[in-house]
């Protein structure tokens, strides 16, 4: 299944962080997909294909409009 992610849109995972969040923060796009998390801010690359496998859903589009 193909997603449409942006940057700036707040994602969940399907593993939690050690530090406890499910949720990160989209901040590079390309070939690998740049997440910050959001319990501890550590910033992790993911190759597209591994993020797309651990990816749960999306919490909130950076454009979505009120
Ligand atoms: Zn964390």
């Not at 940057?7 to 901040?27: N, Q």
């Not at 550590?42 to 999306?58: A, C, D, M, Q, Y």
């Amino acid at each position: 299944m193909f997603v449409q992610i942006d940057l700036g849109d707040i994602v969940r995972m399907r593993k939690k962080h050690p530090c406890g969040s499910y949720e990160w923060e989209v901040v590079r796009l390309g070939t690998d997909v740049g997440i910050v998390c959001l319990g501890c801010g550590r910033k992790v690359l993911l190759p597209r294909s591994t993020f797309n496998k651990r990816l749960k859903t999306i919490v909130k589009h950076a454009n979505a409009q009120e």
